[in-house]
């Protein structure tokens, strides 16, 4: 399985982004990058176009949830964009997802990989019973959602590391776990409350990690790239 860093480029306009990116211009391995709704929504397709262009493999995080319809054509959208990732919220159900599937496909079968949130990090027991009338144990949930989008036929999920292992053993371990809440041992965690270090979230069994603020503020972010490389890849 390959294990990669991916940089949550959260900028709110396409020159920081590029400000930003130019930094790694150096690396013959140009970093994975993700592009989520902030960006897309302020610069539009074309940020991933430019981004594509400097050699960056992208993960779009739009996090798709709408009518199985709208989702499949608005993936078939998206599939033009040629990103290598790209992914929608497994609440929409199966039906949606297996839209979404159908819609990124291209006429040659060829596709980006899609992969499905399962809960937000931001969701925890108490809202989902309150706001969402679900009475499970929120990690029944999430292991749940997890077999949907594999039976679905996605390619994974976004799951905290926290919950890598669990998912891998009920839906193999080909099946992708993105795993977003990094952190350096002796980092500021900010708003992310469940964070695990590079290191063991390689040894929990995250396939990709996504790391935004202990790259993108450090005083040295292709230093601090390099230590997740260091710590998560090799
Ligand atoms: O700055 P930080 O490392 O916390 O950034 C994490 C990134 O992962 C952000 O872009 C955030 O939107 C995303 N994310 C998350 N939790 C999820 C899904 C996505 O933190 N469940």
């Not at 002796?186 to 603020?213: F, M, W």
């Amino acid at each position: 399985m390959n294990h990669h860093v991916i940089i949550a480029c959260d900028f709110a306009d396409g020159r920081t982004t590029l400000g930003f990116l130019n930094r790694f211009a150096p690396l013959s391995q140009k970093p994975f990058v993700k592009i989520g709704m902030e960006l897309f929504y302020a610069e539009g397709p074309d940020m991933v176009r430019r981004v594509k262009a400097l050699g960056h493999p992208v993960f779009l995080d739009l996090k798709l949830h709408d009518i199985p319809n709208t989702v499949k054509k608005a993936m078939a959208s998206l599939s033009r964009l040629d990103v290598d990732l790209v992914n929608v919220h497994a609440g929409g159900g199966r039906s949606m997802m297996e839209a979404a599937l159908e819609g990124l496909t291209r006429p040659d079968g060829s596709r980006s990989k899609l992969i499905a949130v399962t809960m937000l990090t931001s969701t925890d027991q108490a809202m989902m019973e309150r706001d969402l009338l679900i009475e499970k144990p929120l990690e029944e949930v999430v292991l749940s959602y997890a077999e949907n989008a594999k039976s679905a036929g996605l390619d994974g999920i976004v799951c905290s590391p926290l919950e890598a292992a669990a998912v891998h053993g009920r839906c193999g371990q080909e099946f992708l776990t993105v795993t977003p809440g990094i952190r350096f041992a002796e980092g500021d965690k900010g708003d992310q409350k469940r964070v695990t270090t590079p290191a063991l979230a390689k040894e929990l069994g995250s396939d990709y990690i996504v790391v935004g603020r202990p790259i993108t503020q450090a005083a040295d972010p292709v230093e601090a790239y390099g230590r997740c490389v260091r710590e998560f890849v090799r």
